[in-house]
């Protein structure tokens, strides 16, 4: 049975819970693949955290994009993505959203689709869209108050397809970007256990055991 691996774009994660994984810095010229560093944020290592609890014992690499002000750009993304694509990942969470299309990063997310890689990006349930979920075939996964660390919402909105549990584990953080990580730790979940489901497999099982179906409504409609 081929190994179903997983990748992550993100501030980075605690070092014993990492495969291989790479650090992304702009360069005079174009990008520098460094060692990679501890996380100053946290934010990925609680993303890592929340993959981990679906994963088990699947690898998970890291491309580490952000510095430590969380600042990043589309080219260190998409740097990010395409080495995940070259360790073979099936599966990429991108807990992040930057406000303009850059080719670059739309190229990346396409070659990743046309390899086969399903890609989780989070996205604001209200406003602007945000790349990459607002790249076509990518899941766009928001936060859904009604969703539990083991459910998730089957939303079909413009903003978003999916919504899950926007809670981190054992920290503070909250928001879309724990959402999309808790959506991949439950895929990752099903790939430990069909490792050669199809990505329209994997998305007719979302579909199938979504526990709300609809937007999330506040108060009086």
């Known amino acids: 049975m081929s190994e179903v691996r997983i990748g992550v774009v993100d501030s980075g994660a605690p070092l014993a819970r990492m ?13 520098s693949e460094q060692p990679v560093r501890d996380d100053a944020l946290g934010h990925g290592s609680a993303v890592v955290e929340l ?3 679906g ?20 080219l260190q993304v998409a740097a990010g993505i395409e ?7 099936r599966l990429i969470n991108l807990s992040l ?10 190229e990346a997310c396409e070659a990743a689709q046309n390899a086969g890689v399903l890609i989780c990006a989070s996205t604001p349930a209200q406003g602007a869209p945000v790349y990459p979920a607002a790249y076509p075939g990518v899941l766009r996964i928001t936060g859904d108050a009604r969703c539990q660390r083991d459910e998730w919402s089957w939303l079909d ?8 549990c926007v809670r981190a584990k054992e920290s503070p953080l909250s928001g879309a970007s724990f959402a999309c990580a808790a959506l991949t730790g439950h895929i990752a979940a099903f ?15 979302l579909l199938h055991n979504a526990h709300y179906r609809g937007r999330e409504y506040r108060g009086r409609a």
Do not use: C
């Open 19 to 31: 495969a291989e994984s790479r650090r992304f810095q702009l360069a005079a010229v174009g990008i």
């Open 51 to 53: 993959i981990a609890a």
């Open 55 to 74: 994963a088990g014992d699947m690898p998970i690499h890291v491309a580490q994009v952000f510095d430590e002000r969380g600042v990043t750009s589309a």
């Open 83 to 89: 080495w995940l694509v070259m360790r073979g990942v």
């Open 97 to 106: 959203g930057l406000r303009e299309d850059r080719p670059a990063l739309r």
């Open 157 to 164: 909105t413009p903003q978003a397809d999916f919504g899950a």
């Open 191 to 205: 790939l430990r256990d069909q490792p050669h489901a199809s990505n329209a497999l994997v998305m007719a099982w």
